[in-house]
């Protein structure tokens, strides 16, 4: 499952642009890790950009849901930004809440990993609607 | 105004490797320019990012809080996805519903724009809560 | 169809102790209205209770919903509360945004009425996804 | 604090109505309990009506972020329907995700409970931003 969704994650323009790894999909978790870049990825006063905060935790509540749904497209997500996305690099961790036939819920952390990979910060949290494909999106 | 949003724009290293495009900037409300690059902006699918749409939401909805509040910082912003996000170029518009205090409240729509620049068509919205940062955000 | 959403909105035990009062509903739109009862309606600050809000907004964009699609189920609706709920009577009216076959989102404005009903004033806003019934929601 | 937070409710007409009872307050942590009743609280199929499910989530956030933050309002709350909420009573818990000076993130979850009190069923999971009323709210 995991290489599923490595292969899907690496079939994706911008995720490759920005550098996503997946390092965990299985059983409706995912886990999604960015190395901060900042020349390319900031906000005017030089946190990681919400377009990468939404994309991470979208990213991994898609691939969450991917693991138990197949290929999902997101019909709604939401990001609550607590604390300032500062880091050297950042770790989003998803997971499926309810799997329906039509509708898969799923909700994420992102934590920022500061010097030496020591401590983890939360800094946002998310939730997604993803809409299996094979349904036939709105 | 309109060059003083520009300016913070262009003071965004996302923003700067985007090639967002501010084209209007004043009284609570602001319109974001983004022309498609399918090798780096694009979802498995081919459509235009999650990372993307939600930050042209988010930005416009900040800059068009900036007319009113000045600097802000987001602390929730949600994206309904209306439509697959396919177009030669996107615009995105937002305004402030209610400038509080602590709290400005903005809305925002993003069209994609086909061949021609002829049609937009509505491919999300969203909203976002923005808070000033003179007023040392949560 | 104002009378079809009508017989539904006294149909819901919830809306008639509430004494919701349907007073537009056709082509995607809707307007709900609600009589101020400071004896079962207060939250701890005397204004309108949050459920109260949420219930509104919420009915009134699945009443817009239902002009188009027929029966639906919310599976998702968020809230912004801009202003203290506080008058004599709330006016709700909700819009659809883009109705798909699988789900249809909508959005919808709160309103204080005051004294004489001569001004009426923004205090919440709502968005709504909705799933037709027919559709076998999530 | 139990005894605050439930003097808290006692003092809302709508959660007096509903009989809403707070049965654990603590530590940023906050528990409510509703009974179900047919009459007066059913949306059009006979589920709890979303004001109540919303109600329920937005106050037990409300409560958590009171047992850390003192006195506060919503500012935005969203919540996700997951299952019909069918149940001979009701539960909803809330904790607190981050509290800041300005802003209070919570979430929660609400489980039917059905004949026996045997079994708790997840039917919705919400979230909220209180403002500490202190800091007077946008």
Known sequence: MLETIQAING???FNRWAGFEV???QDGEAELRLRWRAEDMGQYAGFLHA?????????VCGFAAA???GRVLASHFSVNCMSPAVG???VARGRVVKAGRKQVF????LFAVGEGDAAEKLVATGSAILVPVE????
């Open 88 to 90: 050297r690099s950042f």
């Open 135 to 138: 349904a036939a999106p709105a």
């Open 11 to 13: 079939s994706a323009s």
């Open 106 to 109: 799923a909700s994420a952390e």
């Open 23 to 25: 390092t965990r999909a």
């Open 51 to 59: 377009g990468l905060t939404a994309g991470l935790l979208d990213t």
């Open 67 to 69: 693991t138990v749904a």
